[in-house]
């Protein structure tokens, strides 16, 4: 007789292969699930040292799995950075600066996040002299919400030595005042240019990091993620770091990597050869097709209504992509595309699609990120092609939704942020974060993806695109283990997968939906280990 280590049982056990929780009870050997039935069903697993634990009505699921991440980069955010989403004026945030500078003396750089003049009382973007009223000793760098812009102060400009004279890099610019000076705005790759330079960090603040989020992962109930290439941000990185973790058993969540895809792929080749674990694997390639909406950098299939000299452009050329995407897919590598706006979204399965028609039919599972602005037509071709959306559905409150309505055509409006039309066009949709662009919590994109409540938190957004609880979980485990090739192992609570699962202090299923984003996890398993603990909740039989 095989006996389970750990028996774990709740009214509300939710498998994510039914739409609703029932009673059941858990067995778990070693790093996976043996068994899964009624309470009677599994007696005769339990042995002499089997531990039980009885939740009454508390939730046990599948560990969330965030299929679209950037940790180290959200980890510096959240645990050595200033958050600057909250303020109104770029006085207010360089008051916040000078604290935050203050109380950081040691450090040689001093970060910040969240800014988004968009929601500023004069939304105009601010300039470099007011954080030298704040900071001029120190080079200063403050990434905007959407990560896809800097505000930096003098200091950083004379280290990364850019003057009115330096040239715009490609796809990017370093923006000028009518007077052609420099106002400490970096769009697009010009960030790189100070980025490259306060990203590159000892290994000792590294592993300070990748410990901190490691930490904050398993308190919210995330077991896996998919960490995807972050341009200049990358710099923080350290896959060596990564699987030392690994092989020492330091990682308490799964993690997927996705480095960048750039046309070097014998490098890619090695990669996928060396992080084969299951705690650390290879998974695929990322790159950008385009940037935001907000910065008219998101690849438009019409001008924007604001700027209608310009409807964005891709990152690269397309037949530098082209080349790119169908080398990869020739090798057998998915791909993930950043691509926002409707023109973007179109390239991208254009792209798959070629490659399909080239290479040959298989199963890639390629996928498309953000699809913030979708042309009807396309909505088919996912499941025609075999694309996975991949959807953060937190990102339709990051903004005032004007942001974008009053940037693109008034038919596009119901098709901004579609959750509900992909969920229904394909077989599997993912969900995640963006994290640090929004929160680690996946229990907030479940609010959104169920709700779509918008910035104001008064009003709901496109209504019609609103999924089901069941589905927005699901998403957020089945589907991203999928768009990650890890159905098989994880996303369900089934025998035989791995024992990846969390504990919720409420059934969320019997709780009103503006009370979601309250629910706390109170355990989280994985690979069959108590990797968190909130022992004050914690009932033990």
């Known amino acids: 007789m095989v006996f389970a280590d750990k028996v774990i049982s709740s009214e509300a056990i939710f498998t994510g292969l039914d739409n609703e929780p029932k009673p059941a009870?858990?067995?778990?050997?070693?790093?996976?699930?043996?068994?899964?039935?009624?309470?009677?069903?599994?007696?005769?697993?339990v042995g002499p040292n089997t531990e039980q634990s009885d939740f009454g009505n508390q939730l046990i699921m599948p560990g969330f799995h965030d299929a679209h991440l950037h940790l180290m980069l959200g980890s510096l955010f959240?645990?050595?950075?200033?958050?600057?989403?909250?303020?109104?004026?770029?006085?207010?945030?360089s008051a916040l600066v000078k604290q935050f500078a203050d109380e950081k003396k040691e450090d040689e750089w001093i970060f910040g996040y969240g800014w988004d003049q968009t929601n500023w009382d004069v939304q105009e973007f601010p300039n470099r002299f007011h954080?030298?009223?704040?900071?001029?000793?120190?080079p200063t760098i403050l990434f905007h919400a959407e990560g896809h812009y800097t505000w930096v102060n003098t200091k950083a400009l004379d280290v990364a030595g850019i003057t009115k004279e330096t040239a715009d890099p490609e796809y990017g610019a370093i923006e000028k005042d009518d007077g052609g000076e420099i106002t400490g705005i970096l769009i697009?790759?010009?960030?790189?240019?100070?980025?490259?330079?306060?990203l590159a960090m000892p290994e000792e603040k590294q592993k300070e990091l990748l410990e901190a989020f490691l930490v904050q992962a398993t308190q919210l109930g995330v077991t896996s993620v998919n960490d995807l290439y972050a341009s200049s941000f990358d710099r923080l990185k350290n896959w060596d770091m990564y699987k030392a973790f690994d092989e020492t058993g330091k990682l308490t969540t799964r993690i997927h990597l996705y480095p960048a895809l750039d046309g070097d792929i014998e490098q890619a080749k090695v990669m996928r050869e060396t992080y084969t674990s299951e705690k650390l694997r290879f998974t695929g390639l990322k790159q950008f097709?385009?940037?935001?909406v907000t910065g008219h950098t998101a690849y438009m299939?019409?001008?924007y209504v604001d700027r209608p000299v310009t409807k964005g452009s891709p990152a690269f050329s397309e037949e530098t992509m082209r080349d790119w995407v169908l080398t990869a897919d020739k090798e057998g590598f998915q791909i993930r595309f950043h691509s926002i706006g409707d023109g973007a979204v179109r390239l991208g399965l254009d792209l798959f699609e070629e490659a399909r028609q080239i290479n040959g039919k298989r199963d890639s599972r390629h996928a498309l990120e953000h699809i913030e602005v979708i042309h009807p037509m396309d909505i088919p071709r996912f499941k025609e092609i075999g694309v996975i959306p991949s959807i953060q559905p937190s990102h339709l409150a990051l903004m005032p939704k004007e942001s974008h309505t009053l940037r693109v055509q008034e038919e596009k409006a119901p098709y901004i942020y579609p959750c509900k039309t992909l969920h229904d066009a394909v077989e599997?949709?993912?969900?995640?974060?963006?994290?640090?662009?929004?929160?680690?919590?996946?229990?907030?994109?479940?609010?959104?993806?169920?709700?779509?409540?918008d910035f104001t938190k008064k009003e709901v957004w496109n209504e019609k695109e609103q999924v089901t609880l069941a589905d927005a979980l699901k998403a957020y485990t089945r589907g991203a283990a999928y768009s990650s090739f890890r159905e098989n192992e994880l996303g369900t609570l089934e025998e035989g997968k791995l024992a990846d699962l969390i504990v919720l202090d409420q059934n969320p299923f019997d709780v009103p939906v503006e009370k979601l984003q309250a629910i706390e996890v109170v355990l989280t398993i994985m690979d069959g280990d108590v990797v968190f603990n909130r022992s004050d909740l914690y009932v033990d039989v």
């Not at 030298?132 to 120190?138: Q, Y």
């Not at 697009?188 to 306060?198: G, K, Y």
């Not at 599997?428 to 409540?453: N, S």
């Open 301 to 303: 299939l019409d001008p």
């Open 428 to 453: 599997q949709i993912a969900f995640g974060t963006d994290y640090p662009i929004t929160t680690l919590d996946p229990l907030k994109e479940i609010y959104h993806a169920v709700t779509r409540m």
């Open 188 to 198: 697009e790759t010009a960030t790189n240019l100070v980025s490259d330079i306060a």
């Open 25 to 45: 009870a858990l067995a778990i050997k070693g790093n996976k699930i043996l068994a899964i039935g009624t309470k009677e069903e599994l007696q005769s697993s």
């Open 289 to 292: 097709i385009d940037g935001v």
């Open 131 to 138: 954080l030298d009223d704040a900071v001029s000793d120190r």
């Open 78 to 93: 959240t645990h050595a950075s200033i958050d600057l989403s909250k303020v109104r004026s770029a006085e207010e945030a």
